[in-house]
């Protein structure tokens, strides 16, 4: 018996819409770095891409549990001397909500060269429009999701 090695570029590739509506950030960000890696398909392989396209809407209404919508802090550095930035929840979902999922997709997938190409299938946007009818994403629904 041997073990099944899916290739690159035999795997099938589908687009999947996601609404963000009142869905809890982290719970979402799970669900969604799942399809991107390709682990819900039975021919998952490792080092390969298995994963499928994912259009995000609405993403300026997800929502945090408990008190992180006050306490959450993003930051970063610049690489220079006293370069921390640091902006909190509130200050981002203003700004460049798609951040906000975007990061924690980012976060919660491997830290590889392989995963920073699945991430490049992930397309988020603020609002309820997209521009991707013409690939015909199929509505994803998460059984599990409140």
């Known amino acids: 018996m041997k073990s099944f090695m899916a290739k690159t570029g035999e795997v ?41 396209f994912v259009v995000v809407v609405n993403c300026e209404k997800v929502r945090f549990t408990g008190n992180k919508e006050n306490t959450k802090i993003y ?12 902006r909190s929840f509130k200050e981002i979902i203003a700004k460049k909500p798609e951040m906000v999922l975007r990061e924690a997709i980012r976060r919660m997938m491997p830290k590889n060269n392989l995963a920073r190409q699945q991430l490049t299938k992930l397309k988020i946007y603020a609002g309820p429009n997209h521009p991707h009818q ?13």
């Not at 609404?19 to 950030?25: E, G, I, L, P, T």
């Not at 669900?31 to 998952?44: D, F, T």
């Not at 930051?75 to 640091?86: A, D, E």
């Open 134 to 146: 013409a690939q015909q994403p199929q509505p994803l629904q998460f059984a599990k999701m409140k």
């Open 12 to 52: 099938a590739q589908h687009w999947h819409v996601v609404d963000a509506a009142d869905k809890v950030v982290g719970r979402l960000a799970v669900e969604i770095a799942r399809i991107l890696v390709g682990k819900h398909r039975p021919e998952y392989t490792p080092h390969v891409d298995t994963g499928d």
């Open 75 to 86: 930051q970063h550095f610049t690489g220079y001397p006293g370069g921390r930035k640091v």
